[in-house]
């Protein structure tokens, strides 16, 4: 019987760059649960995740970055128990759009981690604003919200810009 997965599969996958990821995203879920839902201005807590599936694809390109950004995307979801797989399907669309744009038009410096980290941020609540439209009603307050969402969300994006930015070096 003749297998799917070729036998240099494992000798390409650098486990210690892997678990560095791993602990990374472990630590800014525990944040994001724990931390940034107690941390509100005008009732509304950052969310980082987005500025996260960014970096990740930034940095790890169009395959890795994906693929740890559907795994956050699933971890999110069960965080959040009114989405089912809404970020799981969002996150890695985010990665893999941030890896084709700093792979094609952009650099991987923080200024223009910061505009790609934005506009995840701004996707990411106009996305959720569709989402609750579709399932209860529209109210012009959630435009307010998702502006605010996304304003403060934009000192703890520049904040986990560094951690993948330096472990991308990492052969």
Known sequence: MKTVIPKDFLEKINFGKVGRYAVYLIVVLILQNILFTQIRILGVCPL???????????????????????????????????????????????????????????????FAYMGAATAGLLITAAAQILKTSASDSFSPVMITTGLLQTLWSLPFAALVYFPPSRMSRFE
Request: net charge negative.
């Open 48 to 110: 980082v995740l987005p500025a996260v599936a960014v970096a990740m694809g930034m940095f790890e390109g169009a395959t890795w970055g994906p693929v740890f950004s559907m795994i956050m995307g699933i971890f999110a979801d069960m965080a959040f128990p009114e989405n089912t797989v809404f970020f799981t399907l969002l996150f890695p669309a985010l990665s893999f759009a941030a890896a084709f744009i700093s792979n094609y038009f952009i650099n991987r410096r923080f």
